[in-house]
């Protein structure tokens, strides 16, 4: 299993900036892929970007073009790095780590950092 510790969530106003921070530790090198979702009051959770050990990166339309997702294997951490920020970002952002064992997927997550985002 893998521990996830989020942090950098915070207020800032809209098109400003953040980045969020995910550190991993436990059974690190069986994780394959890692990602972010997030949950705004009243909707659920949503996939918002992942990146795979060999760094392919996929985004949802609504942030494409302003958040990057990276890691750095060196860290155990992936970061969501957040530019041109909207309101409609206010949200719960919740790291996830992704790990094949026996053909099996597992995911682990994290217990979430808070970014809102003001108009």
């Known amino acids: 299993q893998v521990h996830l510790v989020e942090s950098g969530g915070g207020l800032v106003q809209a098109g400003g900036s953040l980045r969020l921070s995910c550190a991993a530790s436990?059974?690190?090198?069986?994780?394959?892929?890692m990602g972010w979702y997030r949950q705004a009051p009243g909707k659920q959770r949503e996939f918002v970007a992942t990146?795979?050990?060999?760094?392919?990166?996929n985004y949802v339309g609504s942030v494409r073009g302003r958040f990057t997702i990276s890691r750095d294997n060196a860290k155990n951490t992936v970061y969501l790095q957040m530019n041109s920020l909207k309101p409609e970002d206010t949200a719960v952002y919740y790291c996830?780590?992704?790990?094949?064992?026996?053909?099996?997927?597992?995911?682990?997550w994290g217990q979430g950092t808070q970014v809102t985002v003001s108009s």
């Open positions: 996830n780590a992704g790990r094949v064992v026996s053909g099996n997927y597992y995911t682990d």
């Open positions: 436990g059974n690190i090198f069986s994780i394959s892929a």
């Open positions: 990146i795979t050990r060999g760094n392919s990166a």
